[in-house]
């Protein structure tokens, strides 16, 4: 498995941006696709983008669709997720998480390494 590492979390104000990164240790990171989580308040975790183990290919959340990137920097065994325009709703424990191979479904019990989160807080 993958050891990951969040940060970049904060409080921002509706239409703000944050990027998020998430490093990684371990020389089999380009083996991993890897997936940005978020986990609401007494709500279930759920998934925001996912990105191939190559960084060719790309999903998202619907409602996160033209507002956030995701990119990972394989020489820098790190991913980001470039969030913009961010709304209240957005609020949430954002987790990463890695998972060899991809199998196409993007539930959390799918993904097999994950990190202990940051906290990303948008007002209104």
């Known amino acids: 498995q993958v050891q990951l590492v969040e940060s970049g979390g904060g409080l921002v104000q509706a239409w703000d941006s944050l990027r998020l990164s998430c490093a990684a240790s371990?020389?089999?990171?380009?083996?991993?696709?890897m997936g940005w989580f978020r986990q609401a308040p007494g709500k279930e975790r759920e998934f925001v983008a996912v990105?191939?183990?190559?960084?060719?290919?790309?999903s998202y959340k619907d409602s996160v669709k033209a507002r956030f990137t995701i990119s990972r920097d394989n020489a820098k065994i790190t991913m980001y997720l470039q969030m913009d325009s961010l709304k209240p709703e957005d609020t949430g424990v954002y987790y990463c998480a890695a998972v060899d191979p991809l199998s196409g479904s993007y539930y959390p019990s799918d993904f097999e390494s994950w990190g202990q989160g940051t906290q990303v807080t948008v007002s209104s």
């Open positions: 990105i191939s183990s190559s960084g060719s290919a790309t």
């Open positions: 371990g020389r089999t990171f380009n083996n991993y696709a």
